[in-house]
């Protein structure tokens, strides 16, 4: 899973893909998983991350970080390449 | 380092400057109390999903009804429509304030009676009145408006059989210029069905013809109708008059203000676009007043209001069962409450709040019950911020007939409470149980027992 590399990601949340010409918003937490997938940091540690500073559950994380992943790949932010 | 509350990531796509089928961000504030009771605490002790009934609104909601009514008009009296909500708390929240109650069966009727609501202060409507029925309210003196003539001939049979002379009126059904006419209730006005009905009561002189009534139709977002409605009725008073030297007691303007929900299809906002209860007192009135009535002569003004009195009375606190993602990319949330006790979704976009603390994030929305039925949709769009499990949400404006058309469908019907003027909650009707359900039903003895 990598972000693909011409999208933009404003610190407020903003996304731009110019490849499509469409933008997103995307909420704080939303746009830390998007700025660890950038850096290439593994699900592992990006659940460490997200576990240790919110209040949550491994489950719900799992399922959250799943349908999340599958939304970035619909709106080809991401894709699912290695 | 302390934890900090968690939110779903979500990331919705902006599509500025076009507009989009989920219509603008619902609601901003969530709603964590009803009049002073914590939507939390409520919950823990009746349960979820709860209907909350607020007693402050409906008392506040019928003083604005009778204000606008009374201000315009000398001679006014309500009949709360039982069929809209006949919990007996609500009712007798409704008969407190000086409602007088309509009712449609015989079951609704002998709920007035228990509810301490004297037989002359009880107006019988609907096309069933078995004889049982009948004979009660012919014996109690209440005002019993005819549907048709089979009832009709059947009344001035048991006259017969009683020696009495019931108190009736006549449903007449119209064209006020709405569409649809609701024309299946009563006689018709223009047909001349309603005069030869009138014509049948007075010459055989078997009961006393004091009102008439019309009931135009429901949700009426037109004032209009209800002035061409009054003016009919007071046209066949006046011919009354004219012919028998009679004078008629009442005229009964049925119900069918609309209450503030949003229409399904709606272009606009239910509280931005129904009329006000002044906005169909003044079409109402205005008919009255400025008809062949001599002053002396004024009937008495009855209405039948229900949804517009209680409706926004009323809430349904539910909980988030799960999170799911459907096959075309929308996010579907399912709730612990369905069409089975929220009937009224079928044609209302219902308003939804979260019950706790967000953030402006939000995701485009589908709700939907807990049933499995594919019918069993709340919300087909709805733009919401982010819940999880176990979060919790309050419908609005979910008064009205909810507690009485909600089906024992799959679960249980819950906890209804009304919170009173104090901010105390009241459990006014408790939720069914399985040993209730099965104290109704009847096994065969050769049916008992099998091996599999």
């Known amino acids: 899973m990598k972000i693909k590399k011409n999208v933009a990601i404003s610190e407020s949340g903003f996304i731009f893909n110019p490849t499509t010409g469409d933008s997103f918003s995307t909420n704080p937490i939303g746009l ?51 | 380092m302390e934890k900090i509350r968690y939110e779903r990531p979500v990331i919705k796509k902006l599509n500025t400057g076009v507009m989009n ?20 605490d409520l919950i823990a002790e009746f349960g979820s999903p709860l209907f909350v009934m607020s007693e402050q609104t409906i008392r506040k909601t019928y003083k604005d009804a009778v204000r606008a009514f009374t201000t315009r008009y000398p001679k006014v009296q309500f009949a709360w429509s039982y069929k809209t909500h006949y919990n007996n708390a609500i009712c007798s929240v409704f008969h407190q304030e000086g409602s007088w109650s309509e009712v449609v069966s015989g079951f609704e009727y002998n709920k007035a009676l228990l509810n301490g609501v004297p037989g002359n202060k009880i107006i019988f409507n609907g096309p069933d009145k078995t004889d049982d029925d009948l004979i009660l309210a012919i014996n109690n003196e209440s005002m019993i408006h005819i549907d048709h003539l089979d009832e009709l001939y059947r009344i001035i049979e048991l006259t017969d059989e009683l020696k009495k002379r019931p108190k009736v009126a006549i449903r007449v059904n119209m064209d006020t210029g709405v569409y649809p006419m609701w024309d299946r209730f009563g006689f018709n006005y223009e047909s001349g069905q309603a005069w030869d009905a009138i014509n049948k009561i007075i010459l055989t002189n078997k009961m006393d013809l004091i009102g008439l009534h019309s009931h135009i139709g429901t949700f009426m977002l037109t004032p209009s109708a209800y002035a061409v409605a009054a003016t009919k009725l007071s046209d066949l008073a006046f011919h009354i008059k004219s012919k028998f030297g009679k004078n008629i007691t009442y005229i009964d303007m049925g119900g069918g203000f609309a209450s503030r929900n949003t229409l399904k299809g709606s272009y606009l906002m239910g509280a931005d676009s129904v009329p006000t209860f002044d906005d169909y007192a003044e079409a109402i009135c205005s008919a009255l007043l400025n008809s062949e009535y001599s002053k002396e002569d004024l009937p008495l003004l009855i209405l039948e209001s229900g949804r517009s009195l209680v409706d926004e009375a009323g809430f349904l606190l539910g909980t988030v069962l799960a999170n799911k993602r459907l096959s075309d990319g929308r996010k579907a949330t399912i709730m612990d409450f369905g069409v089975n006790i929220l009937f009224t979704s079928f044609w209302y976009e219902h308003k939804i709040s979260p019950a706790q603390e967000f953030s402006h994030y939000t995701e485009d929305s589908v709700i939907y019950g807990p049933l499995c039925m594919n019918i069993d949709v709340i919300r087909e769009n709805i733009t919401l911020p ?15 007939y909810n507690m009485t058309q909600w089906m024992q469908f799959i679960a249980m019907r819950p906890n209804i409470v009304m919170i009173d003027m104090d901010g105390k909650p009241h459990l006014i009707r408790k939720k069914e149980t399985l040993e209730y359900m099965n104290s109704l039903e009847i096994t065969p003895e050769y049916l008992k027992g099998f091996k599999l």
């Open chain 2, 386 to 400: 982010p819940m999880k499990k176990g979060d919790n949400v309050v419908v609005h404006t979910v008064g009205a």
């Open chain 1, 32 to 82: 830390e998983i998007i700025r660890m997938l950038k850096e290439e940091k593994s699900k592992d540690e990006i659940r460490k991350s997200i576990l240790s500073k919110y209040i949550t559950d491994d489950s719900t994380f799992e399922k959250d970080y799943y349908d999340f992943v599958m939304m970035l790949q619909t709106n080809q932010v991401a894709d699912d390449s290695e």
């Open chain 2, 21 to 40: 089928k989920y219509g603008t961000r619902t609601e901003y504030a969530p709603v964590t109390n009803i009049d002073g009771a914590r939507v939390k």
